[in-house]
């Protein structure tokens, strides 16, 4: 009986219900009449905010492709991590392709879609990844501007900041150092940008013909250099080290890049000193590189002397780590003398001309032979005549069968002694 008292007749309801309607239009004609549009506004958008965010219990990590003028490297670990989880992704269509020139028959790679939700999951929190793209219309240029959402339940919030991002660049540095293709990017000075495309030069430690002390110095500084992070730490210096290549034409300079490259796995950026106009240029064009990679100097002595020293001054040291610094030059005795002080570049190489171990070394990648006949004698003129690699691998390359190229080496080296023999009377009869 007691309960039966307590439920209100079906005429309190209606009455109450009568009155409530009534104040409900009167408050929102008193609404709509005394408060301004702008004001009313306002109120709904505040009730809106404060309720969606308080019914919605998810979060949502918004990581742009720059940051501070620069790479994001969450959004670049973000791009090489997510192509991992994209094989158990159910969509109805997934990006696939290979940028793999070496092995045309190489298995296609996941690409990220746009739009598509991956769906990852770190020590049993629920992870959703979309990758997503707008168009920045400005006066001179669209540019295309790629972002990624992550998005959590919120009280997972600290976690993936603290925890998750730091996974998941580690993972990306593991899988960036055993990538099959590296790029070569190439300044453009007139839209300011790096051009990128596949790294394609083949040459390694081991068909590279050099001497055996120089490959093993040069193998054991790289790996040191590439297992040093804590000792440039310690000894409170950038973890960066400097290469200078010199010597003649031909010696084997760009293809001791190619190989310290695939032999570190790194990028290159080849950027002509010609193309810096000044400090704050070359400070703009590095801070857009990425880590892990190489910058390349070529032939630092045409006109450029000025900005790599300006550059060895360590204005980017700051804000790059593991990199690889290289200058090549024909003519080391025309570089300033305050790059070539101690303590700039780290190492200084000679690549020379061709001794009997490195024409050997050539003879047994191009001919495939150990031993010939005509060796000896090549041997002994290799030594009287100055010859570069380059020239040597071009007779070698006459014909695949050793007696035809050897024998075309023998005439080309003979031909050269003659000429160099020649100009030697003609510099003494000058001097008479
Ligand atoms: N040490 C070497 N081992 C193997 N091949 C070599 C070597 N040196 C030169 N070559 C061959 O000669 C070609 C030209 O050499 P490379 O471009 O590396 O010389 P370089 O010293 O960089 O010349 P430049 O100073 O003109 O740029 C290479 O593509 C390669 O085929």
């Not at 007691?2 to 219900?17: C, D, G, M, V």
């Not at 030594?383 to 690699?389: D, G, L, N, R």
């Not at 020239?391 to 003659?418: R, Y």
Request: hydrophobic share 40%; glycine share 4%.
């Amino acid at each position: 009986m007691a309960t039966r008292s307590k439920i209100p007749s079906l005429s309190t309801i209606f009455s109450l219900y009568t009155s409530l309607s009534a104040f409900t239009i009167l408050f929102k004609t008193i609404l709509h009449e005394i408060l301004p549009l702008k004001i009313r506004t306002f109120i709904v958008s505040r009730f809106t905010n404060y309720f969606s965010s308080y019914f919605n219990s998810d979060f949502t990590f918004i990581v742009e492709e720059k940051c501070d003028y620069v790479t994001n490297q969450t959004f670049r670990a973000a791009e090489v991590y997510l192509p991992t989880l994209l094989a158990g992704i159910t969509t109805g269509s997934l990006l696939v392709g290979s940028s793999n020139l070496k092995d045309p028959i190489a298995k296609p790679k996941y690409g990220i879609p746009i739009n598509a939700k991956i769906i990852d999951e770190f020590e049993g929190i629920r992870l959703e990844w979309t990758l997503l793209s707008a168009k920045n219309e400005s006066l001179y240029q669209s540019k295309e501007k790629r972002y990624f959402h992550l998005t959590c339940k919120k009280e997972f919030r600290e976690k993936i900041m603290s925890d998750y991002f730091i996974y998941i660049a580690k993972l990306s540095v593991k899988i960036l150092a055993q990538r099959e293709s590296l790029k070569i990017h190439t300044y453009n000075s007139e839209f300011h940008v790096w051009e990128s495309t596949i790294f394609q030069h083949h040459t390694t430690f081991e068909t590279l013909a050099i001497e055996p002390e120089l490959k093993n110095t040069l193998i054991r500084d790289l790996d040191a250099f590439s297992n040093g992070k804590d000792f440039f730490k310690t000894v409170g210096r950038a973890w960066k080290r400097g290469y200078l290549l010199y010597g003649p034409p031909g010696t084997g300079k760009s293809s001791l890049v190619a190989a310290i490259a695939n032999h570190m796995c790194y990028s290159i950026y080849d950027l002509q000193l010609q193309s810096v106009q000044d400090d704050a240029m070359l400070r703009k064009i590095l801070t857009y590189t990425e880590n892990r990679s190489i910058l390349l100097i070529e032939d630092v002595d045409c006109g450029g002397a000025d900005a790599s020293c300006r550059e060895e001054n360590g204005l980017w040291s700051s804000c790059v780590e593991e990199r690889i610094i290289i200058f090549t030059t024909n003519h080391k005795e025309k570089l300033d003398p305050a790059l070539l002080r101690p303590g700039r570049m780290d190492v200084h190489v000679l690549m020379n001309y061709c001794t009997p171990y490195v024409f050997r070394k050539l003879a047994a990648l191009y001919l495939e032979i150990e031993e010939h006949n005509l060796f000896e004698t090549i041997e002994k003129m290799i030594v009287e005549v100055k010859a570069t690699p380059a020239e040597i691998t071009e007779q070698l390359m006459v014909s695949k069968n050793p007696d035809v190229s050897l024998k075309s080496l023998v005439e080309f080296l003979e031909s050269k002694k003659k000429m160099s023999k020649e100009s030697e009377e003609g510099a003494e009869i000058k001097e008479a």
